[in-house]
């Protein structure tokens, strides 16, 4: 067994002992339902080699996840004009906040708080229909993970759809500012459903390999996007990935990662891995709380923060 079957098969063990689980969250009613026991970690090497435990092959819901994708889906379309529309800050604020934008004239800090994810969305929903965009998110999925099954869950998105009041707001206050160019429900549409998609830990760390690697993917040689581009989105995964709890993640992991509210987390060593951890239990700031402390066991064990040491 290699060092790395040998720590990820330690941590799911050691998680899964843990009552300390964290709160499911409720405000997307669909999400409440989930079992708060579950535990999943999946990591891929650079040779491509899969070591993963626990619900590693459970789809969840990869909410605020999806908002890597757009981000990099939005980048190839327009490239680097989406930041006339967009910051690249840490927020410092919850993951739906409003009150930044009041200050900021509409213009959200960064792609991944809600507002900046709504306004992605938008840009790649302009010259389309919903669906349309909505497929092109989703097949591009697909082509990362190498896995066609990658479904959207229709029930969460429902769901969102529903009691999505904050979400609402904000595009409405956008949309005042001019920042949204197509009808706030179209693009609210299109952005409940790209969170609504679910996938495995597996699937999403074979979807992350190409961050991890100077955006190649390691095993077809593909280029998806320039180094340069890979580079940048790490960045902003490092700064701004984990809402207001970004820099305790910096100070705790040490490696860009991206949260969803369904307790996904997707973290890349670059040069090393892609890993997923899936854990539905959240803490204060909304980001899975045994799916952070495993990543920090992960890179102590395995010496792969960025920032060196154990
Ligand atoms: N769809 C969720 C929302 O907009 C995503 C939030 C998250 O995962 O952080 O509220």
Redesign the pocket.
């Known amino acids: 067994m290699s060092k790395l079957d040998q720590v990820v098969k330690d941590i799911v063990a050691e998680m899964q002992e843990r009552s300390d689980r964290g709160e499911v ?1 409720t ?2 009613p669909e999400l409440a339902g989930v079992d708060p026991k579950a535990f999943g970690l999946a990591v891929i090497d650079a040779d491509g080699q899969l070591a993963c435990g626990g619900d590693c092959d459970t789809s969840f819901s990869i ?3 999806s908002k890597v994708f757009t981000l990099t889906f939005a980048l190839g379309m327009i490239g680097d004009r989406l930041w006339r529309r967009v910051g690249r800050e840490p927020s410092g604020s919850p ?2 906040s409003i009150v930044q934008l009041e200050r900021e004239r509409g213009i959200p800090r960064n792609p991944f708080i ?1 507002a900046g ?1 709504i306004v992605v969305t938008d840009l790649i929903l302009s010259g389309h229909q919903p669906r349309e965009a909505l497929g092109e998110i989703l097949r591009f999925l697909q082509f990362l993970a190498d896995d066609s099954s990658i479904t959207i869950d229709a029930a969460v998105a429902a769901s ?1 759809n529903r009691t ?1 009041f ?2 609402r707001a904000l595009a409405n206050y956008m949309k005042s500012f001019s920042v949204l160019e197509n009808p706030v429900d179209f693009t609210l549409g299109v ?2 459903h790209h ?2 998609i679910a996938m495995s830990c597996r699937q999403l760390a074979m979807a992350g390999r190409f961050l991890a690697h100077h955006g190649r993917n390691p095993s077809t040689g593909l280029l998806v996007v320039q180094p340069e581009r890979a580079r940048r989105i790490n960045a902003i995964m490092l700064t701004c990935g984990h ?1 207001d709890g970004s820099g305790e993640f910096a100070y705790r992991v040490g490696l860009p990662g991206k ?4 307790g996904g987390i997707l973290a890349i060593a670059p040069g090393r891995a892609s890993i997923a951890v899936w854990s539905p239990g959240l803490d204060a700031a ?1 980001n899975s709380h045994l799916g952070r402390l495993a990543l920090e066991e992960l890179t102590k064990r395995m010496g792969w923060s960025i920032f060196g040491g154990n």
Not at 259 to 262: L, N, Q
């Open positions: 969250a405000y997307i909410q605020s996840i993951f739906n809600n994810a969102e999505g904050r979400n952005y409940f969170c609504a809402y949260s969803g509210v369904g909304g």
